[in-house]
Each structure stands twice: as C-alpha cells, then as structure tokens.
Nanobody
Framework: QVQLVDSGGGLVQAGGSLRLSCAAS????????KGWFCQAPGKEREFVAA????????YYADSVKGRFTISRDNAKNTVYLQMNSLTPADTAVYYC???????????????????WGQGTQVTVSS
C-alpha cells in the first residue's frame, strides 16, 4: 500500500513562491513515477508536472513551464514542486500522485495514477 501526504500550500501574493512537498510511504514507492495535479473550483483535475522514478525525466504543463520545477529525493521518499512567479490563475488544490513507472506516455493523465495525496490548497492573491 502506498500513502501520500501533501503539504506546503498556503496564501501568497501574486509573484510570490511556494514549495509543495509530498511524502510517500510504501515498500516500492521510490520506483514509482510521481506527478502533481491541480483542481480549481468547478474545473476538472489538471496535470501540472511529473517526474520519472529516477528523476531523470520531467514533464510540465505549458502553463507552468519556466515557473514550476518538480524534483524528488528518493532517499527521503519525497517529491517537491517549487512554484515561482505565481499568479491568481494558479489558485487551486494541488494533489500529488504516484504509480508504477510504465513510460512517459502515462505521465500526464490523472487516470494513470492509482495513489493520491489528500491535497493542499494554494491561493494566490492579486
């Protein structure tokens, strides 16, 4: 069984930064791909970023490229999302997700992740 615990959300002004963390537990979690998704009120859950199990490959939604950075520390079983230059459009609940790494085709779709954190709220004020 894999458990994910998201943290690091909060209220920040436009232009500010936040770093989200996702601590994972489970026997083989270090071999899993990890992703971050967000969901704003009234909208579907959207892909934000993903990272391969080794950390060697990363993928980003176009809306966050150049502003967000995903990284992982397998020794700590933790994945991070560094969020810079935040705008009010980034306001959402952010969820980390994990599943077996079957290749990049399966990185950007929510349905290809079996395990989810509880979510952490990010609010960006103008």
């Amino acid at each position: 069984q894999v458990q994910l615990v998201d943290s690091g959300g909060g209220l920040v002004q436009a232009g500010g930064s936040l770093r989200l963390s996702c601590a994972a537990s489970g026997r083989t979690v270090s071999r899993y791909k990890k992703g971050w998704f967000c969901q704003a009120p009234g909208k579907e859950r959207e892909f934000v970023a993903a990272i391969s199990w080794s950390g060697g490959s990363t993928y980003y939604a176009d809306s966050v490229k150049g502003r967000f950075t995903i990284s992982r520390d397998n020794a700590k079983n933790t994945v991070y999302l560094q969020m810079n230059s935040l705008t009010p459009a980034d306001t959402a609940v952010y969820y980390c997700a994990a599943d077996a790494d079957r290749g990049s085709y399966y990185y950007t779709r929510a349905r290809d992740y079996a395990y989810w954190g509880q979510g952490t709220q990010v609010t960006v004020s103008s």
